[in-house]
């Protein structure tokens, strides 16, 4: 298990940007792939980008590609994702989790990751 705290979140006005954070502790951080995810009132947790353990793979849902960019930082054990030109849609709670490898791990569904932090809320005002 590793222990996940997001923070960054906040209102914003459509167009621009936020840039949320995920500090890890506990078990060595680089031995995880570090997901973002969101959910939306009423809504169902969706996958947002992943990262791998050393940064060189990354995966965005088709919803965000373009905008946001996932980072991390091993020396610092944090995980970073930049949103730029944040739109109304993108407003929910933005959680972080950690993903041990595991075969077929598609990074991409919740039951992949063993940890998780306790979200951040970002909210987009139109």
């Known amino acids: 298990q590793v222990q996940l705290v997001e923070s960054g979140g906040g209102l914003v006005q459509a167009g621009g940007s936020l840039r949320l954070s995920c500090a890890a502790s506990g078990r060595t951080f680089s031995a995880f792939s570090m997901g973002w995810f969101r959910q939306a009132p009423g809504k169902e947790h969706e996958f947002v980008t992943r990262i791998s353990r050393l940064g060189r793979t990354t995966d965005y849902a088709d919803s965000v590609k373009g905008r946001f960019t996932i980072s991390r930082d091993n020396t610092k054990n944090t995980v970073y994702l930049q949103m730029n030109s944040l739109k109304p849609e993108d407003t929910a709670v933005y959680y972080c989790?950690?993903?041990?490898?595991?075969?077929?791990?598609?990074?991409?569904?919740?039951?992949?990751?063993?940890?998780w932090g306790q979200g951040t809320q970002v909210t987009v005002s139109s």
């Open positions: 989790a950690a993903a041990p490898d595991r075969p077929y791990n598609t990074y991409r569904r919740r039951e992949d990751y063993s940890s």
